[in-house]
């Protein structure tokens, strides 16, 4: 039960708060606008660069983090 509470919380956090068309709005909104925390912003933006940019990401920390390796033995 908490889990599945964590869950929703996380879930509603991630997606946001469906924003409401105000009243008399002439045109209908075929897809749904959220507004989300900027925390949930921020986790998009780093996900999507992620997604984006996998390729040299990964051979780029991996290089990095040998290198501090190396000059820390030295």
Known sequence: ???QR???RIK???QGELEQLPSGYPILRIVPQYRRHWTSRAAH????FYLKEWRWLLPFLVAVVG????IKRL
Do not use: I, K
């Open 12 to 14: 509603r956090w991630w």
């Open 6 to 8: 964590l869950r929703e």
């Open 67 to 70: 290198a501090l390796v190396a």
């Open 45 to 48: 933006a780093v996900l999507a």
């Open 1 to 3: 039960m908490l889990l």
